[in-house]
């Protein structure tokens, strides 16, 4: 028997946008575009493995779900699992790798790992959190923007740190059903008091939302776009389409790639970087706060330096390609395997 997940999902979301419309007409902008953008996503001619990837999250298996945590490092959903049951969602889940953002739980309880599934993603997405959490201004009864949400690990946290309203966005065809699938068994443990779902996936960039000039209109209290910046060809581009989504005195929390070095640093890769063809720009942590003042951000601050290590992105069972030590130079892990310096991230928290 086939679930409806993501058909529940996505009428969540419409009623989420029409409420909003109420008190922001500009939302209206987004219901418009909404049936466009949600079935680009599952068309085949665009995303080959779109109606594999429908599948896996229509055939999960309904539980009796005990509690949801969603403010735990890993988020957690205790329910009664039966060894037919987890043998049927490892394999459907597995399905949809490889997962990059984690970690996640389904079934035992939080830290029992043997009577649940654990999905050990990539990136120790937890550690992150960790960095940039206690740093916020607070998300309770706050409306937020995930920009690159990737499976909407960090979006979960959001609603789980009391953000009334939370939409991630990432245009990826896997982690939108990703999310689907955690969605399938999160269900209604982050709704409102109402009954609607706190929290949302739009699987658009962030140069498709509509923007808005008139002040007054924006929709976000808080914006994060964390591990963006460095995949744009335009750094100001981006960081003046993240301020055109915030309300005045909202909160931008920007985490990206960075260098050692002055206001003038700024690493531009000649090819590649850590492997990845797609880093344009990688700024000095002085150059970064110049970069946000220029595009009209205010009380910038870098709150947190870490350079990544190959405990908190590394190789594992779901996900089973090359990932930090092979990008890594085998004799000095300092340096990347171009030569340039090893990742190291900023956190830098800005008012509009």
Same mark, same amino acid.
């Given at each position: 028997m086939l679930n409806d997940t993501i058909a529940n999902a996505e009428r969540e979301l419409y009623l989420t946008l029409l409420t909003l419309a109420?008190?922001?007409p500009s939302a209206y902008e987004w219901l418009k575009q909404l049936p466009t953008w949600l079935g680009d996503i599952k068309d085949k001619a665009n995303y080959a493995h779109a109606p594999a990837y429908q599948a896996s999250v229509a055939r999960l298996p309904n539980l009796t779900v005990n509690s949801v945590d969603l403010n735990s490092d890993t988020l957690t959903i205790e329910a009664n699992l039966s060894e037919s049951q987890r043998?049927?969602?490892?394999?459907l889940l597995k399905q949809l790798m490889p997962w990059r953002k984690g970690p996640f739980q389904i079934g035992g309880q939080i830290g029992d790992d043997e009577s649940g599934i654990k999905i050990d993603t990539e990136w120790h997405s937890d550690w992150k959190w960790q960095r940039v959490a206690p740093h916020l201004g607070t998300l309770k009864g706050r409306r937020v923007l995930d920009v690159g949400? #990737?499976?909407?690990?960090? #979006?979960?946290?959001?609603? #789980?740190?009391?953000?009334d309203t939370v939409i991630i966005i990432d245009p990826s065809c896997l982690f939108y059903h990703q999310f689907m699938a955690i969605r399938h068994f999160v269900g209604t443990a982050d709704?409102?008091?109402? #009954?609607?779902?706190?929290t949302h996936y739009i699987p658009v960039p962030l140069e498709a939302l509509p923007a808005s000039s008139d002040q007054g209109s924006q929709l976000f209290d808080t914006v994060f776009s964390m591990g963006v910046l460095y995949h744009r060809q335009s750094p100001f581009e981006h960081l003046q389409q993240l301020k055109g989504q915030l309300v005045k005195g909202g909160e931008l929390v920007l985490e990206t790639l960075v260098i050692e070095g002055d206001t003038n640093t700024v690493l531009v890769p000649h090819d590649r970087y850590a492997q990845m063809n797609n880093v344009y720009f990688?700024?000095?942590?002085?150059a970064l706060i110049g970069w946000l003042e220029k595009a009209g951000f205010t009380d910038v601050r870098c709150v947190d330096v870490a350079v990544t290590s190959t405990e908190e992105q590394r190789k594992t069972e779901w996900m089973t390609y090359h990932s930090l030590a092979d990008f890594l130079d085998s004799n000095d892990a300092t340096k990347t395997v171009e030569g340039y310096p090893a990742p190291m991230r900023a956190t830098i928290i800005a008012k509009k």
């Open positions: 109420q008190e922001k043998k049927q969602t490892t394999a949400g #990737g499976s909407g690990y960090h #979006g979960w946290r959001m609603a #789980g740190a009391g953000a709704a409102h008091e109402t #009954g609607r779902y706190r990688l700024p000095s942590v002085a």
